[in-house]
T-cell receptor, first 111, second 113 residues
Framework: GENVEQHPSTLSVQEGDSAVIKCTYS??????FPWYKQELGKRPQLIID?????GEKKDQRIAVTLNKTAKHFSLHITETQPEDSAVYFC??????????FGAGTRLTVKP | DAGVTQSPTHLIKTRGQQVTLRCSPK?????VSWYQQALGQGPQFIFQ???????QRGNFPDRFSGHQFPNYSSELNVNALLLGDSALYLC????????????FGQGTRLTVV
């Protein structure tokens, strides 16, 4: 079926290291790819997004890359800090209005 | 701007009962989407409302229904509650148009006993 696959499900890094989370999608018409951060007991918060007319977008320590041919996009966090610890979700629209989420990646940054 | 607000924040219901959850979108937003998030899982799309009509629906049974009002606020109704309906229900609002940022409410934690 049409969905979004996200890997890894858990990721543990040392403070200061980089973290990379990858997602693949199935709908070739998808053109908007947001990433959300969800801390325990809180709502998902948009941290960065990318549209299909660009291949990369950066915002301080966070970057997202998109490969439309391969239908995958990735979140990169550099110089990780303990406050980056959370669950991260990717998403992609299916049939325009149905935003499908990945299963999430639990990132733990060890001090 | 209060952002997206949902009520109630927590709710306990008995199996077989019916429940109504409410969502007020962010000011200026006209589209409301509802999601079910089970513990440890990503949000699952239930349906989306725009111009007071259900525009798209995910893989959820007819027990899940909704409504959007002229002021863009929305309700999610679930009938004949099952234990498996226990989850965090999230509402997200956005402005009509493909590829616009969605803002989430804090969610309603529904527990069915």
């Amino acid at each position: 079926g049409e969905n979004v696959e996200q890997h890894p499900s858990t990721l543990s890094v040392q403070e200061g290291d980089s973290a990379v989370i990858k997602c693949t999608y199935s709908d070739s018409a998808s053109n908007y790819f947001p990433w959300y951060k969800q801390e325990l007991g809180k709502r998902p918060q948009l941290i960065i997004d990318i549209r299909s007319n660009v291949g990369e977008k950066k915002d301080q320590r966070i970057a997202v890359t998109l490969n439309k041919t391969a239908k995958h996009f990735s979140l990169h966090i550099t110089e990780t800090q303990p406050e980056d610890s959370a669950v991260y979700f990717c998403a992609a629209p299916i049939h325009n209005n149905d935003m499908r989420f990945g299963a999430g990646t639990r990132l733990t940054v060890k001090p | 701007d209060a952002g997206v607000t949902q009520s109630p924040t927590h709710l306990i219901k008995t199996r077989g009962q019916q429940v109504t959850l409410r969502c007020s979108p962010k000011s200026g937003h006209d589209t409301v989407s509802w999601y079910q998030q089970a513990l440890g899982q990503g949000p699952q799309f239930i349906f989306q409302y725009y111009e007071e009509e259900e525009r798209q629906r995910g893989n959820f049974p007819d027990r899940f229904s909704g409504h959007q009002f002229p002021n863009y606020s929305s309700e999610l109704n679930v009938n004949a509650l099952l234990l498996g309906d226990s989850a965090l229900y999230l509402c997200a609002s956005s402005l009509e148009g493909l590829g616009t940022e969605a803002f989430f409410g804090q969610g309603t934690r529904l527990t069915v006993v």
